[in-house]
């Protein structure tokens, strides 16, 4: 990650605890950021104060987002951070499992209009403190405290020509600063018959795959 100068961070989304993730990667540079997240997360307690005392940008996804694009592209022409998660929400069900993550263009055509380098970033483990399913996060497991990791990637190649071609590649990126076998930890609900739902076991099956593959130097 620069420590001087504009960069567009991107991430996956896992968990409401993301943010304070996002939070300590980048003090680990000596900055802070201005993170673009839903307007809805600033009503979230703890998440939201921590993400409007770092200047957090509100998205009004119904608006179009036009005025939170218009403040992050002011923020990198000042030689800030900016961070997002293009997938803009936590995907629910068997989609939480999906390998091939997909995203919004609004990295891309941030990048495109500014210039910025893309930094791509993987979060695996947040889930654990804050499932999407909890009011609050699990503070309780004093003794057993679960691990956040994140790993940061080379710069995304942004090429301009077309935003959801440098989505794809966007996306591609983030998922390669995750483990072969995610923290895509945790299992899907199962059915009453026993068996996981067909899309979360071929993704599971695909992410064993990948990571035989990684293994062997493929």
Same mark, same amino acid.
């Given at each position: 990650?620069?420590?001087?100068?504009?960069?567009?961070?991107?991430?996956?989304?896992?968990?409401?605890?993301?943010?304070?993730?996002?939070?300590?990667?980048?003090?680990?540079?000596?900055?802070?950021?201005?993170?673009?997240?839903?307007?809805?997360?600033?009503?979230?307690?703890?998440?939201?104060?921590?993400?409007?005392?770092?200047?957090?940008?509100?998205?009004?996804?119904?608006?179009?987002?036009?005025?939170?694009?218009?403040?992050?592209?002011?923020?990198?022409?000042?030689?800030?951070?900016?961070?997002?998660?293009?997938?803009?929400?936590?995907?629910?069900?068997?989609?939480?499992?999906?390998?091939?993550?997909?995203?919004?263009?609004?990295?891309?055509?941030?990048?495109?209009?500014?210039?910025?380098?893309?930094?791509?970033?993987? =979060?695996?483990?947040?889930?654990?403190?804050?499932? @999407? +399913?909890? *009011?609050?996060? !699990?503070?309780? #497991?004093?003794?057993? &405290? /679960?691990?956040?990791?994140?790993?940061?990637?080379?710069?995304?190649?942004?090429?301009?020509?077309?935003?959801?071609?440098?989505?794809?590649?966007?996306?591609?990126?983030? =998922?390669?600063?995750?483990?072969?076998?995610?923290? @895509? +930890?945790? *299992?899907?609900? !199962?059915?009453? #018959?026993?068996?996981? &739902? /067909?899309?979360?076991?071929?993704?599971?099956?695909?992410?064993?795959?990948?990571?035989?593959?990684?293994?062997?130097?493929?």
């Amino acid at each position: 990650m620069p420590r001087t100068g504009p960069a567009i961070l991107v991430g996956n989304h896992r968990s409401y605890f993301d943010i304070p993730a996002m939070i300590q990667m980048m003090r680990r540079t000596g900055r802070t950021g201005r993170i673009l997240a839903k307007k809805e997360l600033f009503d979230v307690p703890v998440v939201g104060a921590l993400a409007s005392a770092l200047g957090g940008i509100p998205v009004d996804r119904a608006g179009g987002g036009q005025e939170s694009f218009e403040t992050a592209a002011v923020a990198l022409a000042g030689g800030e951070l900016v961070c997002l998660l293009p997938q803009g929400t936590i995907p629910r069900g068997a989609k939480f499992y999906d390998p091939v993550l997909k995203g919004r263009t609004g990295a891309a055509r941030l990048a495109a209009a500014t210039g910025a380098p893309v930094i791509p970033f993987g =979060v695996w483990g947040s889930e654990k403190v804050w499932p @999407r +399913s909890s *009011r609050l996060p !699990r503070m309780l #497991s004093l003794t057993d &405290p /679960p691990t956040v990791r994140v790993r940061v990637g080379p710069p995304v190649e942004v090429l301009g020509r077309s935003a959801a071609a440098d989505t794809r590649r966007i996306m591609a990126a983030i =998922v390669d600063c995750l483990p072969p076998r995610p923290a @895509r +930890s945790g *299992r899907p609900r !199962r059915r009453r #018959s026993g068996s996981p &739902p /067909p899309a979360a076991a071929d993704a599971e099956r695909h992410l064993s795959q990948r990571g035989t593959a990684l293994r062997n130097g493929i």
